[in-house]
């Protein structure tokens, strides 16, 4: 179990989930403790540790307090995307105080007509002397209003894919406002954003990559992102199926109950090597995003059934918590039918289809 202080995290958790606040004072206790930054380059502050040990701390979090650990995952993807995309110069200027756990990231590409279909983006970055004015809104955006730098994703060229760059966006720049936040049946204290920007400046500096390179950099991020919710997905079913357990042996549910029990920690198990597997793809620096998105697709999608004979089984508040937020992973950085459209085009890809 995971302490934190006196407290269990998952004491916390249930505190903060009941106030909907976000937990600000824990993150900043993560980063001071060095798990703001672990799977990043020393020279810039970060831990130097494999992304498989980072996805195993995501994994801890989430068996206490998986909007936590999805907040450390939405920034871990920004610093990725700096860190693999950044100039020397951003990244001098970023990176140690984003590792340290001082700073935290946020990453806007959803708009309210594109979800999915996230190419089709209308936030546009228009030219002016020193850099770029972004106007348009930015929807969903996990703890969008807290975070101190937006990876935003704007239109500076023609429709499609090609015609989109990335920009490092302060949260204090002049034009920029958080909008209204969304009320939630889940993760109360993982807040999600509508932003506003209205010509907010933006230096040439803190444009990521080149022109019209954002949407490659956005779904590159994603790509380390799923293995984040994968693992988050697994600590959720590991909590789930250990509460489930618990209620068994204590004699209070129906015979026949094992069976589920066994489905369910069959089901981690498998969950666990998956995410494993392609984290150890990308630490040996191979292509791994077949492999991230079915993780994501078959960790959620086992989570989200995990959950469900949790709560038929134990009934309680906390099982019931466990449902609603297992639902917002099969949602979240690519939906699940969007990760079968992802495999079913790299298999036609490879077959020359
Ligand atoms: C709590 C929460 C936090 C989020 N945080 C962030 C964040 O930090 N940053 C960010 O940018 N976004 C964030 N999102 C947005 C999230 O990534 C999108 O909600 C998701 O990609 C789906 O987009 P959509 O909601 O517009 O649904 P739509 O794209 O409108 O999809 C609606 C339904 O149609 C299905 N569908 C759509 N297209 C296809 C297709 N081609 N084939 C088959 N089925 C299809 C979808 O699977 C879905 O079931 C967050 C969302 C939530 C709920």
């Known amino acids: 179990m995971v302490t934190f202080g006196a407290k269990l995290l998952s004491d916390l958790a249930a505190e903060y989930e009941e106030r909907g606040e976000d937990p600000l004072p824990v993150y900043q206790e ?3 403790k060095g798990l703001a930054g672990l799977p990043f380059d020393p020279a810039y502050g970060g831990g130097g540790r494999p ?3 980072y996805l195993d701390l995501i994994e801890e979090l989430a068996r206490s307090w998986v909007a936590l650990a999805v ?11 700096v860190q693999r995309f950044g100039t020397e110069e951003i990244k001098r200027e970023l990176l140690p105080a984003m590792l340290a ?7 806007a590409l959803t708009e309210s007509s594109s979800g999915s279909d996230a190419a089709s983006l209308r936030t546009r970055a228009e030219r002016t002397g020193s850099g770029y004015a972004i106007t348009g809104r930015k929807q969903f955006c996990t703890r969008g209003g807290e975070a101190d730098l937006l990876l935003v994703m704007a239109r500076t060229g023609v429709e499609g894919p090609k015609g989109i760059t990335a920009f490092v966006v302060d949260r204090q720049s002049p034009g920029f406002r958080p909008g209204r936040p969304e009320r939630k049946m889940a993760w109360r204290s993982s807040p999600t954003w509508e932003l506003v920007f209205d010509e907010c400046p933006v230096p040439d500096h803190r444009r990521l990559g080149a022109e019209g390179e954002g949407f490659t950099i956005a779904m590159a991020a994603l790509d380390g992102g799923r293995l984040g919710i994968a693992a988050c ?3 959720l079913a590991q909590a789930a199926c250990d509460k489930a357990v618990d209620h068994v042996r204590a004699g209070e549910a129906g015979q026949g109950t094992e069976f589920m029990l066994a489905d369910m920690a069959t089901g981690i198990e498998a969950g666990r090597v998956l995410y494993e597997h392609a984290a150890g793809l990308k630490d040996r620096g191979a292509r791994y995003s077949q492999q991230a998105s079915m993780a994501k697709l078959f960790c959620t999608d086992m989570a989200m059934r995990v959950t469900t004979d949790a709560f038929q089984i134990a009934g309680d508040d906390l099982t019931a918590r466990f449902f609603r937020e297992s639902k917002v992973l099969q949602i979240v950085e690519g939906t699940n039918q969007i ?3 992802i495999i079913g085009r790299m298999l036609g890809s490879e077959a020359g289809l």
């Open 71 to 81: 907040g450390i995952g939405v920034h871990t993807l920004v610093c990725d995307a």
């Open 233 to 235: 997905a697994v600590g």
């Open 51 to 53: 992304y498989r040990e």
């Open 101 to 107: 756990g001082e700073k935290f990231g946020a990453y």
């Open 339 to 341: 990760q079968r459209v």
């Open 30 to 32: 993560l980063g001071a």
